[in-house]
């Protein structure tokens, strides 16, 4: 083989290819050791060497020198495969520490196809895929539309490299504030955290490294034409910038904006904040489905609680009278446990046994004792309010279904009307099992059905309402949990109201 012809394949190979020369010279020794030993025998010894600079090969047979010309016509052709197997190896292995080198980083492309909801994405060197899964919420794309996405993830697939796009992580808005906003990629602003529900809401903390620059106005932009087009990119994604404080306090009252918060009280040992808001900033403070709380949570990286200061005092004496209950906790422990946060019996059995013995100068036994007298009075809880919920759907449905018989017997009349508008409706008489009203017959066993359906209903209303009573004068141990929407004794009165209802329009009906 021509030594200039080496270094001419080897050198066309590393520039087309973007492969180092090394590999390349080793995949040729490679080839040409499989071939010889095909021509003599596997079991034979065979090195072949390629000299970097001049092209020259040397090979050796059973340490004997090789003459490299008997390679026959099977041998090149093996020696072909091999070359190039390891060609393409290495260019897989060169994409792929190129893209993953790019992981996280923001990425330009043009759809090629688009089906059953997942794009095709061409790249510079390779196709992309950007899932179902990793798209916004609602959006829609379109062959031959440039897209923009962050690099989630890349991994080798056999012989070609598989390179995964998202628009739904937090680096897609981080990116999208780096290009749209110069302050940011200057350095000048820096994005200090981040939360993300793609397609809903975002919310981005910012600060600034000089006093003359706003950091927020800066994000805003004059008239709001910066973040305009950030919100245009993510099809009016919601997004909310909080100035970053270093002062815990400061922050959470940030991150809750528009709400406005009166205090903030930390429960160090379990990374809770319990924020306190006026009755009438509640709802704002919790947002809709509770996205403003959770996101401000997931921003500042604390357990966040909304609630107002009279359910906070409630919540206090609850959990005081109920853990004084327990066996070995007497109320100055009470006391000493509620002031670090813990309000539920949840809290108390995952407490850590070393704080609990601190707190009250407990032996081991003794915090054992407390830990599992918790747990189970936890458990207790969750079963309640799940048997309170269970009660809750099955006057749903009774309701849903009395609702359902009364607007059946209400299209029945209007039919009736219907048919003899000039008649008023006559007392019902019956004849031969038929019910007759003057101009139209409608079979007895109808309305027989009907009356029996409405008598199910109210029974099926009374059990619930019976069973409510005899579970409303029981003391639960729900009342030291985190207060739900409704207390039980709360649920179970609006139970007895909504049977008692039913019950009073079929007894009318």
Not at 124 to 134: D, G, Y
Request: hydrophobic share 40%; charged share 30%.
């Amino acid at each position: 083989m021509n030594p200039g012809e080496i270094l001419r394949i080897v050198d066309a190979i590393h520039r087309d290819k973007n492969i180092d020369k090394e590999i390349v010279f080793v995949a040729i020794e490679s080839a040409l050791v499989s071939a010889m030993k095909r021509h003599y025998n596997e079991t034979d010894e065979v090195d072949v060497k390629i000299d970097r600079e001049s092209g020259e090969m040397q090979g050796y047979h059973n340490g004997e020198p090789l003459d490299t010309d008997i390679v026959g016509r099977v041998g090149a052709q093996t020696a072909k495969q091999v070359i190039i197997q390891k060609i393409r190896e290495a260019e897989r292995d060169a994409l792929y520490d190129e893209y993953e080198a790019t992981i996280g980083d923001m990425i330009t492309g043009v759809i090629h196809r688009y089906e059953g909801g997942v794009a095709t994405v061409q790249l510079t060197n390779v196709e992309a895929i950007l899932p179902r899964s990793e798209q916004i919420p609602g959006e829609t794309h379109h062959p031959n539309e440039r897209v923009r996405a962050t690099v989630f993830e890349v991994r080798k697939q056999g012989s070609r490299v598989k390179v995964v796009l998202s628009r739904t992580r937090p680096q897609f808005v981080q990116r999208l504030f780096e290009q749209e906003i110069p302050e940011i990629a200057e350095g000048v602003i820096e994005i200090k955290a981040m939360a993300r529900e793609p397609g809903y809401r975002s919310k981005v903390a910012v600060s600034s490294s000089d006093q003359r620059v706003d950091c927020v106005g800066a994000c805003v932009g004059v008239r709001g034409n910066r973040i305009k087009n950030i919100v245009d990119e993510l099809a009016g994604e919601r997004i909310d910038i909080v100035r970053w404080n270093d002062d815990l306090k400061v922050l959470i009252g940030n991150a809750l904006q528009p709400a406005e918060v009166e205090d903030v009280i930390f429960c160090q040992m379990l990374g809770r904040a319990i924020v306190l808001v006026r009755e009438d900033q509640l709802s704002l403070a919790i947002g809709r489905r509770g996205q403003n709380v959770r996101l401000a949570s997931k921003l500042c990286g604390w357990d966040i609680e909304i609630m107002t200061r009279e359910e906070l005092d409630e919540q206090i004496d609850r959990a005081v009278g109920g853990f004084s209950q327990l066996e070995g906790v007497d109320e100055a422990l009470a006391l000493k446990l509620v002031e670090e946060g813990y309000m539920s019996y949840d809290d108390l059995s995952v407490i850590e046994p070393v704080d609990l013995a601190a707190m009250g100068s407990l032996t081991e036994e003794q915090v054992d004792k407390i830990v599992e007298q918790a747990d189970g009075r936890a458990q207790e809880a969750e079963q309640i309010e799940a048997d309170q919920r269970r009660r809750q759907r099955e006057l749903d449905r009774i309701e849903k279904a009395t609702a359902e018989a009364h607007r059946l017997e209400a299209e029945r009349d209007a039919a009736r009307a219907a048919a003899n508008p000039e008649a008023a409706v006559p007392e019902a008489a019956t004849s031969d099992g038929v019910t007759v009203d003057g101009s139209d017959a409608v079979p007895a066993a109808a309305e027989g059905e009907a009356v029996a359906e409405e008598e199910v209903l109210v029974e099926e209303a009374a059990a619930v309402e019976e069973a409510a009573a005899d579970d409303g004068g029981e003391e639960s141990v729900a009342d030291v949990s985190d207060e739900p929407e409704k207390s039980p004794a709360a649920a179970n009165s609006s139970a007895s109201n909504s049977a008692n209802d039913v019950a009073a329009k079929e007894s009318s009906d």
